[in-house]
């Protein structure tokens, strides 16, 4: 199995152990993926997500999946990115760790992310990709039990430019 998988997909679709949702620090739902997830999982999520009292910035919670195909949903709050100099770089670093440390400590083994921070809150595309692969790559090589980390893509520019991203890591 190929520990790092980028796709193209809807991550609501996915059948892993936990979906990552970029959310923000209410946690009571929002548009873009956070929108989409709360649809597809159902009034249920929200609920426990009321009882959760928010998310910081780069921190991470988790939720059962209730109607979605993915047993559980991490939800992880993503910085606004101004201009990359208001530590920016370091939260979106956080949300990944964060998330993945979650996952772990909950017995995962396979987790699917969407670009954190590249939609509404502006984070240019191949540097949020960057920080993301980063962070992965680290945490897969510190955690060989972890079967499977995904990058769901919501369009062929947003795949390509993870897929580059990669390409440059490796070199
Ligand atoms: N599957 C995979 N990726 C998706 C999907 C999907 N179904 N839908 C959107 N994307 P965004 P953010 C991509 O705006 O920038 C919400 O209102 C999208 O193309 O969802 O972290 C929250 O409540 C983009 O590349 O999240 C917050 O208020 C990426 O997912 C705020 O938006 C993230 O875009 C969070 O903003």
Same mark, same amino acid.
């Given at each position: 199995m190929e520990r790092l998988k $980028?796709? !193209?997909a809807d991550i609501t679709t996915l059948d892993v152990d936990a979906i990552v949702n970029a959310a923000n620090s209410s946690l009571l739902g929002g548009g873009g993926v956070d929108g989409a997830i709360h649809r597809a999982a159902g009034k249920e999520l929200l609920?426990?997500?009321r009882t959760l009292g928010g998310c910081k910035t780069g921190e991470a919670k988790i939720?059962?999946?209730?109607?979605?195909?993915?047993r559980h949903v991490i939800h992880t709050v993503?910085? %606004?990115y101004s201009d990359g100099r208001?530590? =920016? *770089? !370091?939260?979106?670093?956080?949300?990944?760790?964060n998330s993945l440390a979650v996952a772990a400590e909950n017995g995962l083994?396979? %987790?699917a992310f969407p670009l954190v921070s590249? +939609? %509404?809150? +502006?984070? *240019?595309? !191949?540097?949020?990709?960057? $920080?993301a692969l980063r962070e992965i790559v680290t945490f897969l090589i510190k955690?060989?039990?972890? =079967?499977?980390? $995904? %990058?769901a893509c919501f369009n062929r520019r947003a795949r390509e430019i993870v897929e580059d991203a990669k390409l440059n890591m490796e070199i």
């Open positions: $980028i796709i !193209e609920a426990e997500c939720t059962k999946g209730y109607r979605l195909k993915a993503g910085p %606004v208001h530590g =920016e *770089p !370091e939260l979106l670093a956080a949300c990944y760790r083994k396979t %987790v590249t +939609g %509404v809150y +502006g984070y *240019p595309m !191949e540097d949020a990709a960057r $920080i955690h060989p039990e972890f =079967e499977q980390v $995904i %990058v």
